[in-house]
């Protein structure tokens, strides 16, 4: 079975400032997806950033990139110029190959307080 | 093209009612993904439905739970006789299997149960 661990509660950083929220998984599979998902206090699931285990080049969408390390089953996320507005809780999330469905596996969440 | 549509938003049920839980999936889509979220915690797969089939339901308790997404109309979780442990944020996303790598979340629906 899949898992998901992210092992910072909380974080906070500075406005401006760049943060990096660890994500470790555990999987048998070779192609799968991971994600990272923000909730902010709206409680909505906003969709961060994408990565597919089968591309070696990082994922990166605007100030958001990745680090993927896929020997060592890492996903870390890196905020650069952060935002008030990234004020939220961020979750971790492990997908096996769309075709069998999106079923994601979520870690416990970070929560990220930037503050000004 | 609206996106997935959750009701209620919230929803309040004393011990041992019914609670219905709707979910509507974005328009072409037909698999449908219930989590729950307890307070504090990340969220947790329950169920995968399509049409008229259960997928998966690895993640649904044995009992007083049950989900169904039917030919026509909304998928329907289902909680009989509600205890105060079943108070959560529940949501549904929706996913079509035709190469896309998203799946996209609904806004959720409390439940307190008091």
């Known amino acids: 079975a899949q898992t998901v661990t992210q092992s910072q509660p909380e974080m906070s950083v500075q406005e401006a400032e760049t943060v990096t929220l660890s994500c470790t998984y555990d999987?048998?599979?070779?192609?799968?997806?991971l994600f990272w998902y923000k909730q902010p206090p709206s409680r909505q699931m906003i969709l961060v950033i994408r990565q597919e285990a089968y591309k070696q080049q990082n994922a990166t969408e605007n100030r958001f990139s990745v680090n993927f390390q896929k020997a060592a089953k890492s996903f870390s996320l890196k905020i650069s110029d952060s935002q008030l507005g990234d004020t939220a809780m961020y979750f971790c999330a492990f997908m096996k190959h769309w075709r069998e469905g999106h079923k994601l596996i979520f870690g416990t969440g970070t929560r990220l307080q930037v503050f000004p | 093209n609206a996106g997935v549509m959750q009701n209620p938003r919230h929803l309040v049920r004393r011990r041992g009612q019914e609670a219905r839980l709707r979910c509507s999936p974005m328009k072409g889509h037909s698999h449908v993904y219930w989590y729950r979220q307890l307070p504090e915690e990340g969220l947790k797969f329950m169920v995968y439905l399509q049409k008229e089939n259960i997928i998966d339901e690895s993640g649904m308790p044995k009992e007083r739970f049950s989900a169904e997404f039917p030919k026509e109309g909304p998928s329907i979780l289902r909680i009989q006789q509600v205890v105060r442990g079943d108070s959560a944020a529940y949501f549904c996303?929706?996913?079509?299997?035709?190469?896309?790598?998203?799946?996209?979340f609904g806004q959720g629906t409390r439940l307190t149960v008091v």
């Open positions: 999987t048998s599979e070779n192609n799968y997806y």
């Open positions: 996303a929706s996913s079509s299997i035709r190469g896309e790598t998203e799946a996209f």
